[in-house]
Every structure is written in C-alpha cells, then in structure tokens.
C-alpha cells in the first residue's frame, strides 16, 4: 500500500488558519469515512485530533476541524498558536483491511 | 484511565527477532470494541502501521511487512506482543503500541520505545 500524500511543510503566523491536505485514492480516504488526524510533538506520541473525516475526541479544540472531498481530505486549524507548531499525520482505512498513513507535514508558527 | 506501556530489548542484532510487549492497564484487551496493535517510526521519519488484533485474535497486518510480522495477545496477562523476524537496520525505528477503534485507528498509544538494529 502507499502513503498517503501530505505537503511537507506549511506555516502561518499566530492567529491565522492553515489548511493540510492528505489525498489517496478510491481504496482508501474516497471509498471511506475514516479519515483521522494525529498532532505529534518533537520527542512525544501522537495525539488523535480528528477521526471519521471530522469528529473530535473529547479534549480537542475546536480550532482544529476535518473535511473529505472525493480523495483528498484536508485539516484546516484556525486561530494559530505557537503550541500548534508539531508534526501532522493523516491516516486512513482501506479496502484491504488496513490502515495507512501519510508522510506526515510539519507546521511552522511564524 | 487506560494506559499502554511497551517494554522490549533497545538493541537487536541484524537477522535476529525483535520481539516487544504492550502492558495494558486500565481496561481490558479482551473487550470487543477495539483493537489492538503496533505502529513504528523510523528516525526523523513518518509513521508506518504495522498491523492489530482484535478481540477473538484474528490478525490484520500491512501487506509490506506480512511475511516477517506476528502479533499475538495474552488476554490473561492483559498484554499483546509483536514478533519482527529477520530484521534490518531499516526495521530501526520507535515502536508504538496503541489501542484502535474499529476502522484501525489508533486512539491511545503508549509512549513508544526505541529500537535499534545493529551488531
């Protein structure tokens, strides 16, 4: 199975909103509403932040929000903080009873 | 509070077996609403899922690793292991175990341990 495609990189400055894209083919984040999003920290684990394309988990804030338009799915944060700054990673379930990840982007606070 | 600790050798020498075990606490690995598996992180790298088992021990595994890959439960223990044979020093990476819903989601993960293959 292949990665899913993520942007390497993106950034903002504090206060604006970003927008991650994570596309994938009809096998995986456009035959499923099981797209997730995990926030990871230099030296921690991941943290889940979206699952099935755009719920929270209990704890989330509500500046972070998921979305899915045919094989892309995107994560969009908005009001930029400085503790946003980390790695993102899009995962999604696939038609072969898997889960894969994508390359993951890191996020710079300007 | 349901927590996941990995414990395991650090080191592992070139065609050997890495063999890890995920300690639950706080929940049960036998409940049928979840899964259970291992995910692991090359250094400086992304995430690769390795596989999960579920509740009744049936197994789900990524296709790039199948061969080489075992995951197995001892609900009695509350603890699942993951068995990576004939290893590399491409299989160096951190190894997460973590708790998945029912689309293989990883929900809560443990804290991670690092592995490295070297002789």
């Known amino acids: 199975q292949s990665a899913l495609t993520q942007p390497a990189s993106v950034s903002g400055s504090p206060g604006q909103s970003i927008t991650i894209s994570c596309t994938g083919t009809s096998s995986d984040v456009g035959g499923y509403n099981y797209v997730s999003w995990y926030q990871q920290h230099p030296g921690k684990a991941p943290q889940l932040m979206i699952y099935?394309?755009?719920n929270r988990p209990s704890g989330v804030s509500n500046r972070f929000s998921g979305s899915k338009s045919g094989n892309t799915a995107s994560l969009t944060i908005s009001g930029l903080q400085a503790e946003d700054e980390a790695d993102y990673y899009c995962s999604s379930y696939t038609s072969s009873t898997t889960l894969v990840f994508g390359g993951g982007t890191k996020l710079t606070v300007l | 509070q349901l927590q996941l600790q990995e414990s395991g050798p650090g080191l592992v020498k070139p065609s050997e077996t890495l063999s890890l075990t995920c300690i639950v606490s706080?929940?049960?690995?036998?409940?049928?609403?979840?899964?259970w598996g291992w995910i692991r992180q090359p250094p400086g790298k992304g995430l690769e899922w390795i596989g999960s088992?579920?509740?009744?021990?049936?197994?789900f595994y990524n296709p790039s690793l199948k061969s080489r890959v075992t995951i197995s439960a001892d609900t009695s223990k509350n603890q699942f292991s993951l068995r990576l044979s004939s290893v590399t020093a491409e299989d160096t990476a951190i190894y997460y175990c973590a708790r998945s819903n029912g689309a293989l989601v990883p929900d809560i993960w443990g804290q991670g341990t690092m592995v490295t293959v070297s002789s």
């Open positions: 706080g929940g049960s690995i036998s409940s049928s609403s979840y899964y």
């Open positions: 099935e394309v755009s």
């Open positions: 088992i579920d509740y009744s021990g049936s197994t």
